[in-house]
């Protein structure tokens, strides 16, 4: 069951990221100028994301919601996302070959602002801030929580019965 937890959590995000890309807000992605595939910027990590980060845009939307993030690694396989308060202009030297690491600047994605979501939200132990739209047109931004947590910010750690959280 705990293997199938985070899944299912995977799941949720990926429908709502691609729901979110393919009505209410397009990704515009320009092809790097530099090496990014299986390189990463190292020694500049702000914040990491770790188990629930399943397509590059998840990623991106991170570093484009955090103001200090100018570049990112994503790691596809380790579901792993890396924010970098740096990039590969200012620390050229800090980019190193890394298999199964893909590396993007800031710069790479851009989506519609509204998308971004509430700023002020933090969302914690692992949990994905996701923005939706409602039938009103009104911009909700909410904590997507991992594994056992729940709240408004993933704050409080429950206990799994029945699949429901206690």
Request: with cysteine; net charge positive.
């Amino acid at each position: 069951m705990k293997t199938f937890v985070p899944f299912l959590f995977s799941l949720f995000a990926l429908l709502l990221q691609s729901s979110c890309a393919g009505s209410a807000y397009t990704w515009k992605t320009r092809r790097p100028r530099y090496r990014y595939r299986n390189y990463r910027l190292v020694g500049h990590v702000i914040n990491t994301i770790h188990g629930n980060v399943a397509i590059v845009t998840q990623c991106a939307l991170a570093c484009l919601r955090d103001d200090k993030c100018r570049s990112f690694n994503f790691f596809e396989h380790r579901r792993r996302c890396e924010l970098n308060d740096r990039s590969h202009v200012t620390k050229a030297r800090d980019k190193k070959w890394s298999r199964g690491c893909v590396y993007y600047a800031r710069d790479a994605f851009s989506i519609n602002t509204r998308a971004i979501g509430d700023k002020n939200l933090v969302c914690l132990h692992g949990g994905v801030k996701v923005t939706t739209r409602r039938p009103s047109g009104r911009h909700v931004t909410t904590c997507a929580c991992a594994d056992e947590w729940t709240g408004r910010r993933c704050e409080t750690k429950g206990q799994r019965h029945n699949n429901k959280l206690c």
